[in-house]
């Protein structure tokens, strides 16, 4: 007797491709979270290498911050950024250029919009300024003394480094200012406290974004007053997205933008 060849059904067929789909629904999500957090833990290691290198700088510097900008009294002098005293201690561009950013290294003041990691403009230099601690207000770029380890209080609740919203690379026609973000320009505590005052904060890029009800129209501000921290992981415009911080006492955490709009969870203002 012959052999019979026989072949799937038409139903069989369908029914290996519906459970092919059922599996792929369950499956993606999972891979889809699983290379977000890979991305979120590749920027927290990347801050941390950096937090090593800025301690290096202030153990080179008598125990100062580099400034986050630092200016002369000849006003058509170019600032100098944080990268540019930082990197002789990190050896590596790469390490503060965020996955997911497209950014880039800010070499210079003129490239400054493409950092997407931020410093505190708290640490900033600025002689000229009429800036006072205990008194800054919306735009304050620094202070007229160089901020100092040793002024800090409380190191490990003091942040100075996060995740912030920068311009892609190549593209200057933006008021992203990426290098930093600015204490002094978010909501100020209910109670008064000087402290306790946020910068802007979102899982939206506050810069080109509107939409956050804590700050529904932040787009129409003047570059200066912008500067926000944002938390690009896991974004879902609730705030829930997180980024990375970096503390005055060396360590790193993420935070979501939610936690980070909780009056006294972080220092930002720290003079």
Sequence with gaps: MSGVNRAFTLIELLVVIAIIAILAAILFPVFAQAKLAAKQTAALSQMRQLSMGVMLYAGDHDDYFVPASMRSEVTTDTPIIWTQGVLPYLKNRDLVILPDSNGGFAEAWASRHHQSVGYSDATGYDPLTTAL???????????????????????????????????????????????????????????????????????????????????????????????????????????????????????????????????????????
Excluded: C, M
């Excluded at 040793?150 to 990426?178: C, D, I, M, Q, Y």
């Excluded at 978010?186 to 804590?214: C, F, H, M, Q, W």
């Excluded at 415009?237 to 709009?261: C, E, M, W």
């Design 133 to 271: 601690p205990g008194s800054a207000g919306p735009g304050t770029e620094g202070f007229r003394s160089a901020a100092s380890f040793s002024g800090v209080e409380e190191a490990a609740r003091t942040g100075l480094f996060a995740s912030t919203a920068n311009a892609p690379r190549n593209t200057f026609t933006t008021k992203h200012r990426g290098y930093v973000f600015n204490p002094y320009n978010g909501l100020n505590s209910p109670d008064g406290d000087y402290l306790k005052g946020l910068p802007l904060i979102s899982d939206r890029d506050l810069v080109a974004e509107t939409g956050d009800p804590n700050y529904p129209s932040t787009p129409s501000l003047a570059a200066g007053r912008l500067k926000p921290i944002f938390a690009r992981y896991a974004a879902d415009k609730q705030n829930n997205g997180r980024t990375p911080v970096i503390f005055a006492d060396g360590h790193t955490k993420v935070y979501s933008a939610k936690a980070l709009n909780t009056f006294g969870t972080i220092i930002w203002r720290f003079r």
